[in-house]
């Protein structure tokens, strides 16, 4: 069965530090992957993507600089590094991939991040 299971959120304080993992099922390719978040309220947005090979990586505006997308295939893992985190920051925070505006897995559990003053 395909899955994603995503770990690493908590409770910290603004300027502090997460590192958030997304682990998938064997049957999962992480060639590339995306890390999106939800916010009390508002609609899922993108956060970072991570594309095959040599394509790199991409941000949304408002963590260019602080948050860092990575992965091991080793390990099966998506990471996503969360720095210099803001009270806006706050969400829960999903992997998937989006091909043609299509979600190609079911959405996870997520994993919370709260980011106060």
């Known amino acids: 069965q395909e899955h994603l299971v995503e770990s690493g959120g908590g409770l910290v304080q603004a300027g502090g530090s997460l590192k958030l993992s997304c682990v998938a099922s064997?049957?999962?390719?992480?060639?590339?992957m995306g890390w999106y978040r939800q916010a009390p309220g508002k609609q899922r947005e993108f956060v970072a993507g991570?594309?095959?090979?040599?394509?790199?990586?991409k941000y949304a505006d408002s963590v260019q600089g602080r948050f860092t997308i990575s992965r091991s295939y080793s390990r099966r893992t998506v990471y996503l590094q969360l720095n210099s985190l803001k009270p806006e920051d706050t969400a829960i925070y999903y992997c998937?991939?989006?091909?043609?505006?299509?979600?190609?897995?079911?959405w996870g559990q997520g994993t919370q991040v709260t980011v106060t003053d």
């Open positions: 064997k049957t999962i390719s992480i060639d590339t």
């Open positions: 998937n991939q989006n091909r043609g505006g299509v979600w190609r897995y079911s």
């Open positions: 991570i594309m095959p090979g040599g394509a790199g990586t």
